[in-house]
């Protein structure tokens, strides 16, 4: 397999996660994502991934899986253990909502993608576009530590072991980090991030800071 991926990508580090967690080494390719030149928007790149985004995996048998989410399920299917969606319905679905709130709701407003819109379409400064990702982290945020605070049940984000709900948590609780945030604001995210950045798979493939 072949993962292409950026180290300052937050959904290429829960990828990286993912297959620490699951003891699995893949072929790697660096592939830009910073700038107008970013090699996610050449058309060599598109023509493996024609969303130019990271991460992306590439199996054995030449098939191309985009979208963390949906790579991470497959790793879970290929090395079912340790398992990272929990057994019980409820809790997979629980899991999943979480994982979904940080990907749909916050990530997907705060890429180089959207920052290089707001440039060209309103002129957005480096200011503007910092206020931009901090209004969405801190909304997107809130909502989560709603939902830690109504179903959280155990050490993790859902249960006793690391799941999805904690692979998306751990980057974006980083990235609010860097934006300025006291991850004290959110008690439950806060105790979750704690506990998981004392685990290698975690602290080992957290997203890279921006150069």
Same mark, same amino acid.
Do not use: C
């Given at each position: 397999?072949?993962?292409?991926l950026?180290?300052v990508?937050?959904?290429?580090?829960? =990828?990286?996660?993912?297959?620490? $967690?699951?003891?699995?080494? +893949?072929?790697?390719?660096?592939?830009?994502?910073l700038? @107008? #030149?970013?090699?996610?928007r050449?058309?060599?790149?598109?023509r493996?991934?024609? *969303?130019?985004?990271?991460?992306? $995996?590439?199996?054995?048998?030449?098939? $191309?899986?985009?979208?963390?989410?949906a790579?991470?399920?497959y790793?879970?299917? &290929?090395?079912?253990?340790?398992?990272? *969606?929990?057994?019980?319905?409820?809790?997979?679905?629980l899991?999943?909502?979480?994982?979904?709130?940080?990907?749909?709701?916050?990530?997907? @407003?705060?890429?180089?993608? +959207?920052?290089?819109?707001?440039?060209?379409a309103?002129?957005?400064?480096?200011?503007?576009?910092?206020?931009? !990702?901090?209004?969405?982290v801190? +909304?997107? $945020?809130?909502? +989560? #530590?709603?939902?830690?605070?109504? !179903?959280?049940?155990? =050490?993790?984000?859902? !249960?006793?072991?690391?799941? =999805?709900?904690?692979?998306? @948590?751990?980057?974006?609780?980083i990235?609010a980090?860097?934006?300025?945030?006291?991850?004290?604001?959110?008690? !439950?995210?806060?105790? =979750?991030f704690?506990? &998981?950045?004392? &685990?290698?798979?975690?602290?080992?493939?957290?997203?890279?800071?921006?150069?």
């Open positions: 397999m072949k993962l292409y950026n180290e990508s937050s959904a290429a580090s829960r =990828v990286r996660i993912a297959l620490a $967690l699951k003891g699995l080494s +893949v072929e790697t390719q660096q592939i830009g994502i700038g @107008l #030149e970013a090699e996610s050449k058309s060599d790149y598109r493996i991934n024609p *969303l130019g985004l990271v991460p992306a $995996l590439e199996t054995d048998d030449g098939l $191309l899986i985009t979208q963390s989410l790579i991470i399920e790793l879970d299917e &290929l090395r079912p253990d340790p398992a990272l *969606l929990p057994t019980a319905p409820v809790e997979r679905a899991a999943r909502s979480i994982a979904l709130s940080i990907a749909s709701e916050i990530h997907a @407003l705060l890429t180089p993608r +959207v920052a290089l819109h707001l440039t060209d309103f002129n957005a400064d480096s200011q503007s576009t910092t206020a931009w !990702n901090r209004h969405w801190g +909304v997107g $945020l809130d909502a +989560v #530590e709603r939902l830690l605070h109504q !179903n959280r049940r155990s =050490v993790f984000a859902i !249960n006793s072991i690391p799941t =999805v709900a904690d692979i998306f @948590l751990y980057p974006q609780a990235g980090k860097r934006l300025g945030f006291d991850l004290g604001r959110w008690p !439950n995210i806060s105790d =979750v704690s506990r &998981l950045e004392t &685990l290698p798979a975690f602290a080992e493939n957290a997203p890279a800071p921006r150069k």
